[in-house]
């Protein structure tokens, strides 16, 4: 079974911090991606990778920037963070980039910036 | 404006009953579609795809659906387990690609014992 891990499961900051959520998966999967899910507007891509130091950016990356050193980890970095990143942080991983290489996601970060 | 509906928030059965999941898109080109379902307190996992060439998809208890002239895919869970319970996600793959997948914003099932 795949694993997918985030290292923090809450997590409380201050404005102006520089903010790194870490991921990892086991799998040895190329694909890695960071969503963020809010109330009424769902699931929203910030950016993914697929392949070591290769990136994406999704609909959202405003305010953020990712790395990918090694395959198995794929971090999430807010280089300031503000009061309306505060949101739930969803890493996951896929096998291929096909519609039917199921995203495996990890159990989330809920991040509050105060 | 949301490009992939699910109009229901909430739906509730009785164990042993149908469960009947709707979700509703906007766009006649979007023709790869999955189901997530998600627990609270877990990241959501996959449970069904279809494609567009297809009208329909079995996996045991999970079935879904897809009318393409209405824009409408519909999930059926039969028989309903109280295990079922979950938010579950509806989502569209442009391109057949899972990196521009765009989510509906769930329908939490409640199933009853």
């Known amino acids: 079974d795949v694993k997918v891990t985030q290292s923090s499961r809450y997590l409380v900051k201050r404005t102006g911090e520089k903010v790194f959520l870490e991921c990892v998966q086991d799998m040895d999967h190329e694909n890695m991606f960071w969503y963020r899910q809010d109330p009424g507007l769902g699931l929203r891509l910030i950016y993914f990778?697929?392949?070591?130091?290769?990136?994406e950016k999704g609909d959202i990356p405003e305010g953020y920037s990712v790395s990918r050193e090694k395959k198995e980890r794929f971090s999430l970095i807010l280089e300031s963070a503000s009061t309306n990143q505060t949101s739930m942080y969803l890493c996951a991983s896929s096998l291929t980039v096909s519609y039917n290489s199921p995203l495996h996601f990890g159990n989330g970060t809920r991040l509050t910036v105060t | 404006d949301q490009q992939v509906k699910q109009n229901s928030p909430s739906l509730s059965v009785q164990e042993g009953r149908i469960s009947i999941l709707n979700c509703d898109y906007t766009?006649?080109?979007?023709?790869?579609f999955l189901w997530y379902k998600k627990y609270p307190a877990e990241g959501p996992t996959f449970l069904i795809s279809?494609?567009?060439i297809k009208d329909k998809n079995e996996d045991g208890r999970f079935t879904v659906f897809l009318n393409k002239s209405a824009k409408h895919l519909s999930l059926h869970i039969v028989p309903s387990q109280p295990g079922d319970s979950a938010v579950y996600f509806c989502a569209t793959a442009l391109a057949g690609n899972n990196r521009k997948l765009i989510w509906g914003l769930g329908t939490s099932l409640a199933v009853n014992p």
């Open positions: 990778s697929y392949d070591v130091k290769m990136k």
């Open positions: 279809i494609s567009s």
């Open positions: 766009n006649s080109m979007f023709d790869y």
